[in-house]
Nanobody, 126 residues
């Protein structure tokens, strides 16, 4: 079993930045794909960004391209989401996810991920 713990969320003004971290523990697999999703009140959980096992391939939802950057440090079993130019519509609970299978390519759907963190709240004020 893999445990994922997110941190770094909080309240920020529009235009500001936050850096989310997701630390993995337990039976971690450094070959797994990792991803960030978010869920706003009353909405479905949606894909934000994903990264393959090596960090050499990333993919972003259109609404965060150019503003968010996903990265990973396999030596620390940690994945990051740098969020810049935040907008009020970015307000949501952000979840980290990891796949059980080898992540040669980036995974972009919820059903491709097997482990989930508890989430961290990001609130962007206007």
């Amino acid at each position: 079993q893999v445990q994922l713990v997110e941190s770094g969320g909080g309240l920020v003004q529009a235009g500001g930045s936050l850096r989310l971290s997701c630390a993995a523990s337990g039976r971690t697999n450094r070959n797994s794909a990792m991803g960030w999703f978010r869920q706003a009140p009353g909405k479905e959980r949606e894909f934000v960004a994903g990264i393959n096992w090596s960090g050499g391939s990333t993919y972003y939802a259109d609404f965060v391209k150019g503003r968010f950057t996903i990265s990973r440090d396999n030596a620390k079993d940690t994945v990051y989401l740098q969020m810049n130019s935040l907008k009020p519509e970015d307000t949501a609970v952000y979840y980290c996810a990891a796949s059980k299978t080898i992540g040669i390519v980036v995974k972009t759907t919820r059903w491709e991920y097997d482990y989930w963190g508890q989430g961290t709240q990001v609130t962007v004020s206007s």
